[in-house]
């Protein structure tokens, strides 16, 4: 299965990047998040290659949700945001990537990460992490097992560039993190995975379909991400809900808190 999520990631890393090539045009969806054709060329693509690999899977995806499509799900589903970090793409920065995840009974079972501007991608399933390495051709190249790191003396904080609020930054503050680093999209999870920072506060809005598949990485690496009840976060659908979709505050770690 691994080995298809990465190939339809790819896939839409290409049709991605030729947008980002020809220069995108945004659109503004009901809540006013950004949406650009490149978001939607990329979900297309990925819901092809994941209908047609595993046709009796239900996929729940970024636009398709946001327009009310959200399918019944009894069993094992894919979460995926075809790109993460649509700010960061419109501001021609490079940190923003794909995403997908399968989910098995809440929990993040497998995930790719994928980030096309900077040529690699992360993927998580049981307890093996690995960074890929991508060529301009969109071809796979070669990767290494990665782990998140000890606890180290002065932990680094890897905090949202565009989502940082005033309870990320007492967070910051109160557990003398001196060392942080800004950055957009799923990366932050990649980021503790590769043990390049150590924790990740997140107490802005999020949907299920930006973290799974990070955290499904993450997981994979040896952290774990933790709702406010330092329970480990869920993805489980209740259609009674009408913000179903959407996660609660969160902490994500290299080294578990003990």
Not at 51 to 68: K, L, Q
Not at 126 to 149: D, M, P, Q, V, Y
Not at 192 to 198: K, Q, R, S, V, Y
Request: net charge negative; charged share 25%.
């Amino acid at each position: 299965m691994l080995e298809s999520l990465i190939a339809a990631a790819l896939s839409a890393g290409k049709e991605i990047m030729a947008v980002h090539a020809a220069g995108p045009h945004v659109t503004y969806k009901n809540d006013c998040s950004p949406v650009t054709e490149a978001d939607e060329r990329a979900e297309e693509v990925i819901l092809s290659a994941l209908s047609r690999d595993f046709p009796d899977i239900p996929v729940i995806a970024e636009e398709s949700a946001t327009t009310g499509h959200v399918p019944e799900i009894d069993g094992d589903f894919f979460l995926v945001d075809p790109l993460d970090g649509t700010k960061e793409f419109i501001s021609d920065k490079q940190d923003f990537t794909v995403n997908i995840a399968l989910i098995r009974k809440g929990a993040p079972m497998l995930g790719i990460v994928y980030a096309p501007a900077l040529g690699v991608a992360w993927t998580g399933e049981r307890e093996t992490a690995r960074k890929l390495f991508i060529s301009g051709e969109f071809e796979h190249l070669s990767n290494h097992s990665i782990r998140c790191r000890a606890k180290p003396p002065m932990p680094v904080a890897v905090i949202s560039r565009s989502h940082c609020t005033p309870k990320t930054e007492a967070f910051v503050t109160e557990n003398g993190l001196i060392d942080s680093i800004s950055i957009g999209s799923s990366l932050k999870f990649c980021m503790l995975a590769e043990g390049a920072a150590d924790v990740y506060p997140r107490f802005s809005r999020t949907m299920m379909w930006d973290t799974a598949a990070g955290d499904a990485v993450l997981r994979a690496a040896g952290g774990i991400t933790l709702d406010m009840a330092g329970l480990p976060l869920r993805y489980e659908i209740d259609h009674s809900n009408d913000d179903m979709l959407a996660n609660p505050d969160f902490i994500a770690w290299g080294a578990p808190p003990r």
